[in-house]
């Protein structure tokens, strides 16, 4: 449900959702509890409640990459490192007060990208291995 509500841009749930699975399907060990096919866990739940928050913070399906789609408001300040894009990209994000602060955008591949953060939009044009910051 994480997933789903973070490509609907609906950040409100993705908090409602994660909030649910750490009180109701995780064990002291953090391992997942639901449906477990193969005691004492199931690691499908883990995996997809941390691709859920990667999918809040960027996503990259729709042709282009955009940072913090479904930043729940609990989350008033972070930052990420390493995250992978469509296109070959690794995006690290920081943000205070629930607002991007700025992004570093390295080119694994050498490829073009339009980068959006809410009405904002950045074309970048990187050599391979080459970095950026952008909307700082």
């Given amino acids: 449900m994480v997933n789903f509500f973070a490509r ?3 950040a409100e749930m993705v908090q409602e959702h ?6 109701d399907s995780i064990s002291d060990n953090l391992f997942c ?11 499908e739940g883990n995996m997809g409640v941390t ?3 990667a999918e809040a913070l960027l996503q990259s399906h729709q042709g282009y990459v955009e940072l913090l789609p479904a930043l729940p408001a609990d989350w008033q300040d ?4 390493g995250l ?3 296109g070959g990209f690794e995006v690290d994000i920081w943000w205070e007060n629930g607002s991007l602060q700025k992004s570093r955008v390295s080119s694994l591949n ?9 009405q904002q939009e950045i074309e970048l044009d990187l050599a391979r291995g080459e970095s950026q910051l952008i909307f700082h």
Avoid at 33 to 43: A, E, G, I, K, T
Avoid at 78 to 81: A, Q, S, T
Wanted: positive net charge.
């Fill in 18 to 23: 994660i909030t649910k699975f750490i009180e």
């Fill in 8 to 10: 609907l841009h609906d």
């Fill in 78 to 81: 972070g930052h990420v490192k």
């Fill in 110 to 118: 050498g490829e073009k990208s339009l980068f959006r953060y809410k």
């Fill in 51 to 53: 691709a859920g928050i």
């Fill in 84 to 86: 992978r894009a469509r």
């Fill in 33 to 43: 509890l639901v449906f477990s096919q193969r005691p004492p866990f199931q690691m």
